[in-house]
């Protein structure tokens, strides 16, 4: 195995694309460090990115925040601007493990390593985030949810990787929320997740609403019937209900060892509605 | 298979090594250098056993490569101690008999050190969390999670 | 802060027992220095791996290594053929018996791997990766068989034979057929129809558990060498290094005297480091490798080789007259001893009924092989399964008779002269004690919220005494060197360290303790069934006395005074009686200087096989919150009540009262062997088998009863398996008065809570009681 620690976005799409073995990206390594010592992959090269700057900054601009894929989760809570604008995105990135894994897991790690379990994909569906990728022929924008196809395949190509993310500026009236199911209260894979952003008007009604699922089908799901089931309310009951079957409905879960598609798919609603709630809130307030 | 020549900080002293890719930092902090204290449970992240401070972040030392340090400061648990002074933590697992087998014990010590470097006076929920990554199957964590809270009080100087 | 201790009879006047000095092991343990067992090196070591058996049950028909032997760095490769076939025997390992014919095919499966990850070859090479490349060169042809994993399926005709002959023992008349069911038990007092006839209310159950595992933080690890003459040492965690040195004796066909075993610091057992694996494999590798062998499982072939505790299905049925007397008690328990016959079974019939002073009681059990990794003895071993069974039925007798749950134990309750369903007539025991700290406690009587229940649990453990030997040699200095040898798992050296303080009147600084080798000391069984503090304090009393009798005699020698005229006070001897005050007294210190003028050295040694192990009754107090929405219990909170006999250390006894409350609610609520319908493990790792983290728990309170066991010179008990014995049983209970419903099944995790939840809503049960918020 091969070590690589490049200093440039072109460098590191030349090694990758080059490599005739399987290549590797490194970020956090808290996913691709497990699955080497478990022998699920053994790669040929391992490309480092913690050393391109731009995969290791957050900036705030006028059109959002943009937010390096190789940046850890200890590091993003400590964005106390981003924290204000999307908390249940920093909260969904803060659930990726324990402290130690925080300390090393990144966004685009649990992005790329394409589980349909990831924590932060549901949120950053319901951020509306997009991705921003290099590779061989340049660079490219992919919306979030479209990023994982299936369980370990990923939309990229042969060279690429996913450089930053891109999350839109909070308005007024907007509020963001993931919440996920455990048998544990730590340390255990998301049985389901769910991330809401909503935005209301001054008088409370939603007028617009992204919900995400985690760990429901073969790859993160955005809901959108079970957003716009939430549109033109106050997140009342009827409302709330409606999101919640259409949130049911767009389960496709499995039966395995954290849980059966039964449980799944009525959690996968009870947790979308206790997070609406909580974006409802802080989108009021 | 070509070797790696790495150089970094362990608890404050230069250290230079030859590191084999696939080697972890725990594999190099075990094997190469025998720092013994860290320790392995599963290598896979699950444990906290591994548990070191990477430049001041709490990490575990299985789910990083070695060639990765370089140029890091490491922490581990044979930092703790300053000469024959024990670090306050230390103190306070023992008075609070916060061990029974020991080996979780390193872990704990370094994860707790970075809580409280971070946050000063946590609360039992604060420190619960923060320490979830570390498994204890021998004390049901009640007497580690005592002596970490009096170690902060010890250390606020309050 | 709500540890107390209650001191039941008055106290003797004790310097050291009862107080909770630092432990003298701690200083290493909290700096990094303490070696465990993956911390052992010697020059030139090579690394051994398993080669482990990827399906559940298959015929090995060939093993072909060439490959694997010709590729550069490989030094040696062990496989069935280099171990010779043992006769069966059973001998004790702990609490449980093992026989050797299955111990050698344990180690390195023979004519079948009979389960996922059962040892089929071992490799030695100069480092980790070459080792892991040669054991992807070993050729190993398998015919693979039909697998059986579940107890019923096990015990039913037509089922996959895992040990083709195997016939049933303890039937009579003996089977004709071969089957899985290695084993019947039964135990029986009085008539249980009889009993049965007499009873008011009958509840009768069906449960079932899952298999656990033990889930030390440490995994196997040991480093063996073996010289050209054939003189070995090995370093290893074990609970018991005199045990290992007997099975790899026996297993590698060496003399005793030929292997030195040194017990390193040992993260974790449980029970679960009670036998070999590894160490006969390093031990073979080095003598054929000529190098030292260095061997370390990874956590995941912890989990699926080495011994979990057993799952099982129960029935227990229980009887009892209006007035709340239990009249009668019957119960079936089958167990799954893993791919070799040896589940605790037994105990875990002797067991079910013991907390219960009733006249009619049977009790029968199955012990059954199927295609898991062989079961090993965990904390309590067998207690905890049948134990979670019995207290669920006696909660809902309590219930149906409209009892308060303490009141109807207590009315029941085992106590001195009551005589258990497997045999002894008890001693004095603290059940009743414990009871009615239980019902005088805060956490019985403060409120409950919404959606939460109290449940309780009593349990029992019979301990073990045993094989012991301790050596304390008096230094020129007056210090003192003492040697045990059943290893530290949790603050032994500590207890130990106390008890010799508190004999000679000194302070614990002047004695260090050492837990000897296998070539230092005379014999000892190992750390397990509660044994080493009541065992080895038992040694280190009786050394210690010896040292105050050769230390008066060599006063009175020097004195020329008769020996009983000499008395030994706070570390001095003086003149006693018509003589006192004649000579000024002399420290120990002084008559440890003139040792060599006075006879010579002084050494007090202690070997003994020690009785009187006298079991510990404990009650737990638990309080949960179920979510109604995901089922999902929390444990609010939780008070663990436990008769000590006498806490030697209270700080440890209240760690092993805590920890194996929280092993027991990782049972309770969410730890289970997952099994793919291929017959492999689908959960072998701390992700996804699921031990409690801290931020599950609340603080664990805690009571130290002190009925003082009378064969004891302190009045220790075994205290540290009881508590994994009410925890399932006070969940369960919990859970119940929180939801209305009954869990007959562990775990009682989530998708199953939340399936009867949705079941009971469905019909409209009338018991269901948690609200929605």
């Given at each position: 195995m091969r070590y690589e620690a490049p200093e440039t976005l072109e460098a590191a799409t030349a090694l990758l694309a080059a490599e005739m073995g399987i290549a590797r990206v490194l970020a956090g390594g808290t996913d691709l460090l497990v699955q080497m010592k478990t022998d699920m992959v053994d790669p040929a090269l391992v490309v480092d990115l913690k050393r391109i700057g731009e995969m290791r900054t957050i900036t705030k601009a006028v059109d959002g925040f943009h937010i390096g894929a190789a940046v850890s989760g200890a590091e993003l809570k400590e964005q106390v601007e981003l924290k204000q604008h999307w908390p249940g995105l920093v909260e969904a990135a803060n659930l990726i493990g324990s402290t130690q894994i925080q300390g090393r897991a990144t966004l685009g790690g649990n992005l790329c390593n394409a589980s349909p379990a990831a924590d932060s994909i549901p949120a950053l569906i319901a951020a509306n985030a997009t991705v921003s990728i290099f590779g061989p022929k340049g660079r490219r924008q992919l919306a979030v949810e479209d990023v994982v196809l299936a369980p370990r395949k990923t939309a990229l190509d042969k060279g690429e990787f996913v450089v930053s993310f891109h999350i839109p500026l909070r308005a007024k009236g907007m509020g963001d929320a993931y919440l996920r199911f455990i048998p544990r209260t730590e340390m255990d894979i998301a049985v389901v997740g769910a991330g809401i952003g909503l935005k209301t008007d001054p008088s409370g009604v939603i007028t617009a609403a992204r919900i995400g699922l985690g760990a429901v089908a073969s790859r993160p799901l955005h809901v959108k019937a079970a957003g716009d089931a939430l549109v033109g309310s106050k997140l009342d009951k009827a409302a709330v209900d409606k999101m919640v079957d259409a949130v049911r409905a767009a389960c496709k879960p499995i039966d395995d060892k954290r849980g059966t598609i039964e449980f799944r798919i009525k959690v996968a609603g009870v947790i979308a509605a206790r997070a609406a709630a909580i974006a409802y809130d802080r989108a009021r307030t | 298979m070509a070797k790696h020549h790495v150089s970094f900080t362990i608890n404050g002293d230069p250290t230079e090594i030859l590191c084999e890719t696939h080697a972890t930092l725990l594999d190099v902090l075990r094997d190469e250098l025998e720092l013994t204290g860290t320790k392995e449970g599963c290598s896979t992240g699950d444990c906290g056993a591994c548990s070191v401070t990477v430049d001041g972040r709490l990490v575990c030392s299985c789910l990083m490569l070695g060639v990765e340090a370089n140029g890091k400061a490491i922490g581990t648990v044979e930092g703790l101690a300053k000469g024959d002074k024990l670090h306050v933590l230390q103190e306070k697992f023992l008075e609070h008999h916060a061990l029974q087998c020991g080996i979780c014990t390193p872990g704990f010590l370094v994860a707790s050190k970075a809580l409280l470097e971070k946050n000063p006076d946590p609360t039992e929920t604060e420190v619960r969390y923060w320490l979830a990554g570390n498994l204890c199957r021998c004390t049901g964590y009640d007497k580690i999670v005592r002596a970490v809270m009096d170690a902060a009080t010890v250390m606020r100087g309050a | 802060m709500q540890e107390t201790v209650k001191k039941l009879t008055p106290e003797p006047e004790y310097k050291i027992i009862g107080t909770r000095p630092q432990r003298p092991d701690g200083v290493d343990k909290v700096t990094g220095r303490a070696r465990f067992g993956a911390d052992h090196n010697l020059p030139g070591q090579l690394t051994g791996l398993v080669l482990r058996s990827p399906h559940p049950h298959a015929n090995i028909r060939s093993i072909d290594v060439s490959a694997a032997m010709a590729l550069p760095g490989v030094k040696a490769i062990v496989t069935r053929d280099d171990f010779k076939d043992q006769g069966s025997e059973f001998v004790p390992a702990g609490e449980m018996l093992i026989n050797y014919r299955d111990v050698v095919r344990n180690v390195m499966a023979r004519e079948r791997a009979l389960y996922e990850g059962h040892a089929v070859a071992a490799v030695a090479a100069l480092s980790p990766s070459i080792a892991k490349a040669a054991l992807k060169l070993i050729k190993v042809d398998y015919e693979i068989l039909p697998h059986v994993l579940d107890v019923d399926?096990?015990?039913?005709?037509?089922?996959?034979?895992?040990?083709?002959?195997?016939?049933?023992?303890?039937?009579?008349?003996?089977?004709?057929?071969?089957?899985?069911?290695?084993?019947?038990?039964?135990?029986?007092?009085?008539?249980?129809?009889?009993?049965?006839?007499?009873?008011?209310?009958?509840?009768?159950?069906?449960?079932?558990?899952?298999?656990?595992?033990?889930?030390?933080?440490?995994?196997?690890?040991?480093?063996?060498?073996?010289?050209?003459?054939?003189?070995?040492?090995?370093?290893?965690?074990?609970?018991?290094?005199?045990?290992?040195?007997?099975?790899?004796?026996?297993?590698?066909?060496?003399?005793?005297?030929?292997?030195?075993?040194?017990?390193?610091?040992?993260?974790?057992?449980?029970?679960?480091?009670?036998?070999?694996?590894?160490?006969?494999?390093?031990?073979?590798?080095?003598?054929?490798?000529?190098?030292?062998?260095?061997?370390?499982?990874?956590?995941?072939?912890?989990?699926?080789?080495?011994?979990?505790?057993?799952?099982?299905?129960?029935?227990?049925?229980?009887?009892?007259?209006?007035?709340?007397?239990?009249?009668?008690?019957?119960?079936?328990?089958?167990?799954?001893?893993?791919?070799?016959?040896?589940?605790?079974?037994?105990?875990?019939?002797?067991?079910a009924f013991a907390p219960y002073d009733v006249d009619h009681v049977k009790i029968v059990g199955y012990d059954v092989v199927s295609n898991r990794p062989k079961v090993a003895a965990y904390r309590a071993p067998g207690g905890p399964i049948s134990g979670y069974a019995v207290e669920s039925v006696i909660d809902e007798l309590a219930s149906k008779l409209k009892l308060d749950p303490i009141a109807f134990r207590l009315k029941n309750a085992a106590r001195q002269g009551t005589k258990a369903a497997y045999g002894p007539k008890f001693g004095p025991v603290g059940l009743v004690e414990s009871l009615q700290a239980a019902q005088s406690?805060?956490?019985?009587?403060?409120?409950?919220?919404?959606?939460?229940?109290?449940?309780?649990?009593?349990?029992?453990?019979?301990?073990?005494?045993?094989?012991?030997?301790?050596?304390?040699?008096?230094?020129?200095?007056?210090?003192?060197?003492?040697?045990?040898?059943?290893?530290?798992?949790?603050?032994?050296?500590?207890?130990?360290?106390?008890?010799?303080?508190?004999?000679?009147?000194?302070?614990?600084?002047?004695?260090?303790?050492?837990?000897?080798?296998?070539?230092?000391?005379?014999?000892?069984?190992?750390?397990?069934?509660?044994?080493?503090?009541?065992?080895?304090?038992?040694?280190?009393?009786?050394?210690?006395?010896?040292?105050?009798?050769?230390?008066?005699?060599?006063?009175?020698?020097?004195?020329?005074?008769?020996?009983?005229?000499?008395?030994?006070?706070?570390?001095?001897?003086?003149?006693?009686?018509?003589?006192?005050?004649?000579?000024?007294?002399?420290?120990?210190?002084?008559?440890?200087?003139?040792?060599?003028?006075?006879?010579?050295?002084?050494?007090?040694?202690?070997?003994?096989?020690?009785?009187?192990?006298?079991?510990?009754?404990?009650?737990?107090?638990?309080?949960?919150?179920?979510?109604?929405?995901?089922?999902?219990?929390?444990?609010?909170?939780?008070?663990?009540?436990?008769?000590?006999?006498?806490?030697?250390?209270?700080?440890?006894?209240?760690?092993?009262?805590?920890?194996?409350?929280?092993?027991?609610?990782?049972?309770?609520?969410?730890?289970?062997?997952?099994?793919?319908?291929?017959?492999?493990?689908?959960?072998?790792?701390?992700?996804?088998?699921?031990?409690?983290?801290?931020?599950?728990?609340?603080?664990?309170?805690?009571?130290?009863?002190?009925?003082?066991?009378?064969?004891?010179?302190?009045?220790?008990?075994?205290?540290?398996?009881?508590?994994?014995?009410?925890?399932?049983?006070?969940?369960?209970?919990?859970?119940?008065?929180?939801?209305?419903?009954?869990?007959?099944?562990?775990?009682?995790?989530?998708?199953?809570?939340?399936?009867?939840?949705?079941?009971?809503?469905?019909?409209?049960?009338?018991?269901?009681?948690?609200?929605?918020?």
């Open positions: - | - | 399926e096990a015990m039913a005709p037509g089922a996959p034979i895992l040990h083709p002959g195997m016939i049933t023992a303890g039937m009579d008349p003996a089977p004709k057929r071969e089957s899985n069911v290695a084993k019947r038990v039964e135990f029986a007092l009085g008539d249980v129809a009889k009993g049965f006839a007499a009873a008011d209310v009958i509840v009768e159950r069906h449960f079932e558990t899952k298999s656990v595992h033990q889930g030390y933080i440490e995994p196997h690890a040991c480093l063996a060498t073996v010289a050209e003459d054939g003189q070995a040492d090995i370093w290893v965690s074990t609970q018991g290094h005199w045990i290992v040195r007997a099975h790899c004796a026996r297993l590698l066909g060496m003399d005793i005297s030929k292997i030195r075993v040194t017990a390193t610091e040992i993260g974790g057992g449980f029970g679960g480091k009670t036998v070999v694996y590894l160490e006969p494999l390093a031990l073979a590798l080095s003598r054929k490798a000529g190098k030292p062998v260095k061997m370390t499982m990874s956590r995941d072939e912890v989990f699926r080789a080495t011994g979990p505790t057993s799952g099982a299905k129960m029935r227990i049925k229980i009887g009892a007259t209006k007035d709340g007397r239990i009249v009668a008690c019957d119960g079936e328990l089958k167990y799954l001893a893993g791919a070799f016959q040896g589940s605790p079974v037994a105990p875990g019939c002797m067991c406690h805060d956490h019985w009587k403060a409120p409950l919220k919404v959606n939460q229940g109290r449940g309780i649990a009593a349990g029992f453990w019979f301990n073990i005494g045993g094989e012991t030997t301790v050596s304390i040699a008096l230094n020129e200095d007056g210090t003192l060197v003492l040697m045990a040898g059943t290893p530290d798992i949790g603050g032994l050296r500590a207890s130990l360290c106390m008890m010799a303080a508190e004999e000679l009147g000194i302070g614990m600084d002047a004695i260090r303790v050492t837990i000897a080798d296998t070539q230092s000391l005379g014999y000892n069984f190992l750390t397990g069934g509660s044994r080493s503090t009541f065992s080895s304090g038992m040694g280190v009393v009786e050394a210690s006395r010896s040292i105050v009798k050769q230390v008066c005699e060599r006063a009175a020698k020097l004195w020329e005074l008769p020996t009983d005229a000499i008395e030994y006070v706070d570390g001095s001897v003086r003149p006693a009686g018509a003589n006192a005050g004649k000579h000024p007294p002399m420290t120990l210190k002084q008559v440890a200087a003139m040792a060599g003028k006075t006879g010579g050295p002084i050494v007090g040694s202690s070997s003994i096989n020690a009785h009187g192990a006298a079991p510990s009754f404990g009650v737990h107090l638990c309080d949960v919150e179920v979510d109604p929405e995901t089922g999902r219990t929390t444990i609010i909170r939780y008070t663990v009540i436990q008769d000590a006999g006498r806490a030697i250390h209270p700080a440890y006894v209240e760690g092993q009262y805590q920890g194996g409350a929280v092993q027991g609610i990782g049972w309770a609520l969410n730890e289970e062997y997952v099994y793919g319908t291929d017959g492999k493990l689908q959960n072998a790792g701390f992700l996804d088998y699921r031990i409690p983290v801290a931020s599950d728990l609340p603080m664990i309170d805690t009571v130290i009863v002190e009925v003082p066991n009378p064969a004891h010179p302190y009045g220790v008990r075994g205290i540290g398996e009881t508590p994994i014995v009410p925890p399932m049983g006070a969940i369960a209970n919990a859970i119940t008065h929180a939801t209305g419903l009954r869990f007959q099944s562990l775990p009682m995790s989530p998708p199953k809570v939340l399936a009867a939840i949705d079941a009971a809503r469905a019909v409209g049960d009338v018991n269901f009681k948690l609200k929605v918020a």
